[in-house]
Every structure is written in C-alpha cells, then in structure tokens.
C-alpha cells in the first residue's frame, strides 16, 4: 500500500486568499512592523494602505497573482522556520526580523527582506532552512 500524496493546497480561491491575509497581519503584529514595511513585505505602493485594515479584518484577500502568493509562501516559511528554531524563546521569535545579523552584513533580515524584494525574502528563508540543516 503506498502513502497518500499530499494534495497541494488551492491559494487562489478567495476565502483562502483572505485568510492568508489575515495570517500575515497577525504575523507582522508579532514582528512589530510598521505599515511601510508590510506593503513592502507584500509587493504592494504605498498607495495600497488602504487594504492593510481589510486585510487584517479578512474583508480582503491578497491578489491573486503569482508574486503575492510567491512572498505569502517565503513569508510564512520564515514564520515556520523562526518558530523551529527558538521553540521556547518568543520574544527572539518576535524581533529576530529587526535585529542586526552577521549573516546579512550586519543589516537586520527584515532590510534585506525590504531592500531585495522577493529575492531577499528567500535569502531570508534560506538562511533560516540552512540553521535548521535543511
């Protein structure tokens, strides 16, 4: 008998899109972020702070385009990997994004997160991974 495949969750739907949403405003309350970083964080102008309320309330789902879902998914494996990492330390959890790193040059993760766009979110997660010895 063979193991049953993993059925790769549906983001486009907009229910699931609204509840992820919803996850990365409670994410970014944890990290402290300011709304600046959160649009940034998401791919989305300084015009778009409109939507981070109805994001947060779930009235909204993120846009259903390949790079928002791309930055949900970076984001949340950092969230996953930061959680593994320090399972018994939530404030390190909470401001590992906005303290200052070797790693990145002694820039914090969340300006190599802002600065380098989606490709700083996966160096970001891949460091992650890689402290992990994944």
Known sequence: MQPAAQKTPDLTGAYE???????????FDQWEL????????LGLSEK???????YRSGD?????????LDRAG??????????LLYPYNDELR??????RNRAFDNRTPLEVMTERGLIGLATVSR????????
Do not use: C, E, M, T
């Open 34 to 41: 300011d709304n600046a970083a959160r649009l940034n964080l």
């Open 48 to 54: 778009s702070r409109a939507l981070l309320p109805r």
């Open 74 to 83: 970076w984001l949340l494996a950092i969230h996953k990997a930061l959680r």
């Open 127 to 134: 460091y992650l991974d890689f402290q992990r010895g994944h």
């Open 94 to 99: 909470k401001s590992w994004v906005r303290r």
């Open 17 to 27: 899109r609204k509840s992820l949403a919803k996850s990365l405003s409670r994410l």
């Open 60 to 68: 909204q789902g993120l846009p259903n385009s390949r790079d928002a």
